[in-house]
């Protein structure tokens, strides 16, 4: 079984400082780890994944995660938040060796993140 | 357009009364899903479908049942709702060789 620690439940942040939103893992096997998004009053949408190969993964509106193996960790990073940035944040995790047919999502508790004007 | 679409979006309703909230997709995924999600919790998944016929329980299923008929929809039915089932609700799809889940927009459901 895994289970996931985001260590922040809300982050404030400045409009255009960086942030960092931290997410541990724990599992007994092998991990794919994801990171969605949550806007107000919508659904979660996927932000990026890390499935293999490089363990530095970004996504198209200028945030990254790095997979990082010793320290079982996938912290999401942006140099610079927008407004628009504003939203709950889920890490997930599940059993790489399940394979996509059968796999589930274990989701962390969320951080919210609040960029502030 | 390809989507996820719950009804209703919102739900007010008293302790022991039937309800079903429903979840339909068009883009052929196999895969379907139900999540609760409750402040301080995230989600967590009630049950699960990987195909038309084939369901199986997810970490909190208890006081919900599901059925899944037909490839695009995906029904939560609560047989008798009680009040600690007040929550958000996703459902969600994938196909069956995908790590990428598709949410709903979600349904808020308050049992009184």
């Known amino acids: 079984a895994q289970s996931v620690t985001q260590l922040d439940s809300q982050v404030p942040v400045f409009e255009e400082a960086p942030v960092e939103l931290r997410c541990n893992y724990s599992?007994?096997?092998?991990?794919?780890l994801f990171w969605y998004v949550q806007y107000p009053n919508q659904g979660l949408q996927l932000l990026l994944k890390?499935?293999?190969?490089?363990?530095l993964v970004e996504s198209i509106n200028g945030f990254e995660a790095e997979f990082n193996k010793s320290q079982t960790s996938f912290h999401l990073r942006k140099p610079s938040v927008h407004i628009s940035d504003t939203a709950e944040y889920f890490c997930?995790?599940?059993?790489?060796?399940?394979?996509?047919?059968?796999?589930?999502?274990?989701f962390g508790k969320g951080t919210k993140l609040s960029v502030i004007p | 357009e390809a989507q996820v679409t719950q009804n209703p979006r919102y739900l007010i309703t008293v302790t022991g009364k039937k309800l079903t909230v429903t979840c339909s997709q068009n883009?052929?995924?196999?895969?379907m899903s139900w999540y609760r999600q409750d402040p301080g919790l995230g989600l967590r998944q009630i049950y699960y479908?990987?195909?038309?016929?084939?369901?199986d329980k997810g970490d909190v299923p208890e006081g919900y049942k599901v059925s899944r008929k037909e490839k695009r929809n995906f029904p939560l039915i609560l047989e008798s709702p009680s009040p600690n089932q007040t929550s958000l609700y996703f459902c969600?799809?994938?196909?069956?060789?995908?790590?990428?889940?598709?949410f709903g927009p979600g349904t808020r459901l308050t049992v009184t």
């Open positions: 969600a799809t994938r196909l069956a060789d995908s790590y990428e889940q598709y």
């Open positions: 599992s007994s096997v092998s991990v794919y």
């Open positions: 890390y499935l293999s190969g490089s363990t």
């Open positions: 997930a995790v599940s059993d790489r060796n399940s394979g996509a047919g059968s796999y589930q999502l274990t």
């Open positions: 883009m052929n995924h196999e895969y």
């Open positions: 479908s990987m195909n038309v016929e084939v369901t």
